[in-house]
């Protein structure tokens, strides 16, 4: 499995994230945790919305930024674990928070600021780092941790190379 080495997308805009976004869930499997990098308005809640897109969570379950209640949940063909940890500080406050727990789960859990977990990272995890080259483009860089997202890197390969291809 040595072949998993990061996988670094050009820089793509909104549409392009979405189609990722659409590609990216035809992959996930119960108990998949994504983390997710990058600065204030990198477009870190703005890819969960799009992953929640193509999880039939119902229009009533609104998906917004978790920022202020650590963790939202939601319901769809997973269930949806969305925590924001930017108000934290590192591992010790995530426990304290009480959300250690919701990183062994059954369904899929998408965490904004994930540096704050520290020791506390999952044993697998697809890391998704978001880079911002300019106002309408973002650089993904995508890197499989653990043999349940290493399986996946020939299609995580195929996917960016669809989405590449796809007119911004
Ligand atoms: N190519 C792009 N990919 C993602 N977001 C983009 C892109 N171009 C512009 N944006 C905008 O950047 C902002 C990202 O905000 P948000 O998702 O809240 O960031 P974060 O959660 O990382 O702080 C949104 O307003 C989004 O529309
Ligand atoms: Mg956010």
Same mark, same amino acid.
């Given at each position: 499995?040595?072949? =998993?080495?990061?996988?670094?997308?050009? $820089?793509?805009?909104?549409?392009?994230?979405?189609?990722?976004?659409?590609?990216?869930?035809? &992959?996930?499997? $119960?108990? *998949?945790?994504?983390?997710?990098?990058?600065?204030?308005?990198?477009?870190?809640?703005?890819?969960?919305?799009?992953? =929640?897109?193509?999880?039939?969570?119902?229009? /009533?379950?609104?998906?917004?930024? $978790?920022?202020?209640?650590?963790?939202?949940?939601?319901?769809?063909?997973?269930?949806?674990?969305?925590? *924001?940890?930017?108000?934290?500080? /590192?591992?010790?406050?995530?426990?304290?928070?009480?959300?250690? /727990?919701? &990183?062994?789960?059954?369904?899929?859990?998408?965490? !904004?600021?994930?540096?704050?977990?520290?020791? !506390?990272?999952? *044993?697998?995890?697809?890391?998704?780092?978001?880079?911002? $080259? *300019?106002?309408?483009?973002?650089? &993904?860089?995508?890197?499989?941790?653990?043999?349940?997202?290493?399986?996946?890197?020939?299609?995580?390969?195929?996917?960016?190379?669809?989405?590449?291809?796809?007119?911004?």
């Amino acid at each position: 499995m040595s072949s =998993a080495y990061p996988i670094r997308t050009q $820089p793509i805009t909104l549409r392009q994230l979405k189609f990722f976004a659409q590609k990216l869930s035809a &992959l996930f499997e $119960p108990g *998949d945790t994504l983390l997710l990098e990058g600065g204030l308005g990198a477009g870190k809640t703005t890819f969960v919305q799009f992953i =929640a897109g193509n999880l039939e969570i119902g229009n /009533d379950q609104y998906v917004s930024s $978790p920022s202020f209640s650590l963790l939202h949940e939601y319901s769809g063909t997973l269930q949806v674990f969305h925590m *924001d940890l930017y108000r934290l500080t /590192d591992e010790d406050d995530v426990e304290a928070a009480g959300l250690l /727990d919701y &990183l062994e789960h059954h369904g899929l859990c998408l965490i !904004e600021w994930p540096e704050r977990l520290g020791t !506390e990272k999952p *044993d697998n995890y697809l890391l998704i780092e978001i880079n911002i $080259p *300019d106002s309408e483009h973002r650089t &993904l860089t995508l890197t499989a941790c653990g043999p349940s997202w290493k399986k996946r890197h020939s299609k995580l390969i195929s996917i960016v190379d669809q989405m590449n291809q796809q007119i911004a």
